[in-house]
């Protein structure tokens, strides 16, 4: 199974929350791999990914950038998408790309 992501992982996005829904996923998908289609990584997203448990499973962690032009090659890639966003009334229109 293969749980992707797509945009950007700043304040708004709530990437810690959706690291810790991977390391649940794994308890019923133990084979499952991430992708997050990205520019945004950083040393703080790293260590997030250790502090939830998920530093054995570094290696199903898939980083990538993507032009516009590659983006539904990658969404086409992905079993599952997510997208936790922080809660607020002016996120309450928008919508995941």
């Given at each position: 199974?293969?749980?992707?992501?797509?945009?950007?992982?700043?304040?708004?996005?709530?990437?810690?929350?959706?690291?810790?829904?991977?390391?649940?996923?794994?308890?019923?998908?133990?084979?499952?791999?991430?992708?997050?289609?990205?520019?945004?990584?950083?040393?703080?997203?790293?260590?997030?990914?250790?502090?939830?448990?998920?530093?054995?499973?570094?290696?199903?962690?898939?980083?990538?950038?993507?032009?516009?032009?590659?983006?539904p090659l990658w969404?086409?890639?992905?079993?599952?998408?997510?997208?936790?966003?922080?809660?607020?009334?002016?996120?309450?229109?928008?919508?995941?790309?």
């Amino acid at each position: 199974l293969l749980l992707g992501y797509l945009g950007s992982l700043g304040t708004w996005y709530r990437h810690r929350e959706m690291f810790e829904f991977f390391r649940l996923l794994l308890e019923t998908h133990p084979e499952s791999h991430f992708l997050m289609v990205t520019g945004d990584w950083s040393p703080q997203h790293e260590q997030d990914w250790q502090e939830v448990g998920l530093g054995a499973f570094r290696g199903r962690l898939h980083l990538r950038s993507a032009t516009r032009k590659e983006v539904p090659l990658w969404l086409g890639a992905m079993d599952l998408a997510l997208s936790f966003i922080q809660p607020s009334f002016s996120k309450v229109a928008s919508s995941p790309t």
